[in-house]
């Protein structure tokens, strides 16, 4: 997601360093970024901030971090955390390439994937978020057990991305076809989701462990 740029907004972010992670300072410590000790649940690309906030909301036992690279979305996602005043929300500035060396010494008990850029030339492979060598770390920083879950209304990402997780030797807990058509009470939907599930496009979910 692009937004147009804000020339103010790396002041804003660093003006909330209590929430935002700017320059990584956090890197290999990340409960020390949190009030309390909870277990660990990772968003890798935030959008505008709706799925993150929400999931908190419904689950203040655990801890969220979302994972962002563009500043200008930032924004939108730390003023909507400080609208609800959330203290289990924590937001890094960070490249998804270096999320195995951010939570080194923090085991994450489950990663979310929400509409991810499928970057549908095959040249571009490795930069699918679920690609193996996304896939490889994911594995390094969950914990056993660990559940990483992907949503997409785009059928190419998704078909790429179960080949990509059964080759990994990954075990599915849920493979949805289109999610929408009998929703979950657990299903957030975020920006994206519903401009897509909108145009009638079919939203499809993986849950699995490594």
């Known amino acids: ?20 992670d700017i320059d990584s300072s956090y890197s290999g410590r990340v409960g020390a970024f949190f009030p309390e000790t909870r277990p660990l649940h990772v968003e890798v690309g935030t959008g505008m901030g709706t799925f993150i906030t ?18 200008n979305v930032m924004i ?7 609208e609800a005043e959330l203290l289990n ?17 923090d ?4 990663i979310y994937l929400n509409f991810s ?9 490795k930069r699918r978020l679920t690609s193996r060598s996304f896939l490889e770390k994911y594995s390094a920083i969950l914990e056993d057990g660990g559940l990483l879950q992907f949503k997409t209304d785009n059928r190419g990402l998704f078909e790429f991305s179960l080949v990509s997780m059964n080759s990994f030797g990954m075990s599915f807990d849920e493979v949805k076809l289109d999610l929408h058509a009998d929703e979950p009470e ?7 989701e519903e401009k897509f599930s909108a145009k009638g496009n079919k939203i499809y979910r993986i849950r699995a462990s490594f």
Not at 54 to 71: S, T
Not at 76 to 82: A, D, G, S, T, W
Not at 117 to 125: F, I, L, T
């Open 186 to 192: 657990d299903n957030i939907r975020t920006e994206y």
């Open 76 to 82: 939108r996602v730390v003023e909507k955390v400080l």
């Open 1 to 20: 997601m692009r937004m147009r740029n804000k020339p103010w907004a790396m002041d804003f972010l660093q003006q909330n360093n209590s929430i935002v």
């Open 89 to 105: 929300v924590r937001l890094v500035l960070l490249d998804a390439n270096a999320i195995d060396a951010y939570f080194r010494n």
């Open 117 to 125: 850029d499928p970057w549908p030339k095959s040249r571009h492979e």
């Open 54 to 71: 929400e999931l908190a909301k419904r689950h203040p036992d655990v801890n969220f971090v979302g994972i962002e690279l563009d500043k």
């Open 107 to 110: 085991p994450v008990s489950r």
